[in-house]
């Protein structure tokens, strides 16, 4: 019983540590899919937080219209993202391709018109994306928990 006995066992620990990080690792898609919802959510209300500093005189027009046209660039990125998650039910991915193009559209006509964002549209918007993120998180654990059975 020397290194050779020593140095065998921690390979064994160690390759069963790797074996167990490895799969903590792997998310289900439905969580991967909410994050991006969560994401482009955060655009929305981002948006809505930029033009209230605007109105306050805390930002300069500049200030919103450069946040408005790097959010439409940004929530189009990921719209792109969420339709490739085929792990998703279409009736899920389609409203979230909606939710994304209409709060994409809305960035868009706000910094090319230089105008006030429509704040309720925008709150709506934000609304249902989180709630569509909810919705797909509590698939992914109804699934995990029903392979489990």
Not at 23 to 43: K, N, V, Y
Not at 98 to 108: D, F, K, V
């Amino acid at each position: 019983m020397g290194w050779t006995s020593v140095s065998s066992v921690s390979c064994v620990v160690a390759s069963v540590a790797v074996v167990l990080v490895a799969g903590a690792c792997h998310r289900p898609p439905q969580i991967a899919f909410a994050r991006l919802l969560e994401q482009a959510a955060s655009w929305a209300a981002s948006a809505e937080f930029a033009d209230a500093m605007r109105t306050w005189g805390r930002v300069p027009q500049a200030y919103v219209h450069g946040l408005l046209q790097h959010g439409t660039e940004e929530v189009t990125a990921l719209q792109a993202e969420l339709s490739s998650f085929d792990d998703i039910s279409p009736s899920m991915r389609l409203k979230a391709l909606t939710l994304c193009g209409r709060l994409a559209a809305t960035l868009q006509s706000s910094a090319q018109g230089g105008r006030q964002a429509n704040v309720d549209d925008l709150r709506g918007i934000e609304a249902q994306l989180r709630d569509l993120a909810s919705s797909s998180r509590s698939g992914a654990t109804g699934a995990s928990s029903g392979g489990a059975r």
